[in-house]
T-cell receptor
Framework: QQQVKQSPQSLIVQKGGISIINCAYE??????FPWYQQFPGKGPALLIA?????SEKKEGRFTISFNKSAKQFSLHIMDSQPGDSATYFC????????????FGSGTQLTVLP | KAGVTQTPRYLIKTRGQQVTLSCSPI?????VSWYQQTPGQGLQFLFE???????NKGNFPGRFSGRQFSNSRSEMNVSTLELGDSALYLC??????????????FGPGTRLTVT
């Protein structure tokens, strides 16, 4: 079964701190790893994504770190802000015929002012 | 570019009824996928359509069906509604053809409540 395991389930960080969310996958056919941000009442919004031939990708305050051998990837939010408070989902997709997004269970991030 | 739009945004139905949800993808996007989001099961893939053909289907019963029109707009239908079908139904569009890119962009969802 294709699975993506995400942790922690919830995270509380002080303003200015670093938020770290981790994901692990099982299917070695996965070759695209996006992160989505979802606010209450909204659909998930694509935040940042990485392919397995790259170990790190940074966009502004958001960084994905990727460890292919360990089949793990993580999202780092630097200088976390109260506006970052949302639910974050990691996801994976394979290049095979079944190319649907497989999502992690989500992390509810709260950034305290 | 306008984003993915979904109608209606909210829907209340009675058990046993059927419902049709609509999705208009981002202009130029030919792939439309549907997902169900619930607190217990999270985000789960329903199906994907490309050029009016279903290319991929998730592990949902046959009561869940969909279609795509020539203008890439898509509808999904749920027949014989059950209480467990209460969820946020999300549509995502992607520009990809038979090979990358993989980016999918989500609409705001339709909140379905079955009573």
């Amino acid at each position: 079964q294709q699975q993506v395991k995400q942790s922690p389930q919830s995270l509380i960080v002080q303003k200015g701190g670093i938020s770290i969310i981790n994901c692990a996958y099982e299917n070695t056919a996965f070759d695209y790893f996006p992160w989505y941000q979802q606010f209450p009442g909204k659909g998930p919004a694509l935040l940042i994504a990485i392919r397995p031939d790259v170990s790190e990708k940074k966009e502004g305050r958001f960084t994905i770190s990727f460890n292919k051998s360990a089949k793990q990837f993580s999202l780092h939010i630097m200088d976390s802000q109260p506006g970052d408070s949302a639910t974050y989902f990691c996801a994976s997709i394979s290049s095979g015929s079944a190319r649907q997004l497989t999502f992690g269970s989500g992390t509810q991030l709260t950034v305290l002012p | 570019k306008a984003g993915v739009t979904q109608t209606p945004r909210y829907l209340i139905k009675t058990r046993g009824q059927q419902v049709t949800l609509s999705c208009s993808p981002i202009s130029g996007h030919r792939s439309v996928s549907w997902y169900q989001q619930t607190p217990g099961q999270g985000l789960q893939f329903l199906f994907e359509y490309f050029s009016e053909t279903q290319r991929n289907k998730g592990n949902f019963p046959g009561r869940f069906s969909g279609r795509q029109f020539s203008n890439s707009r898509s509808e999904m239908n749920v027949s014989t509604l059950e209480l467990g079908d209460s969820a946020l139904y999300l549509c995502a569009s992607s520009p990809r053809g038979h090979s990358g890119p993989y980016e999918q962009y989500f609409g705001p969802g339709t909140r379905l409540t079955v009573t």
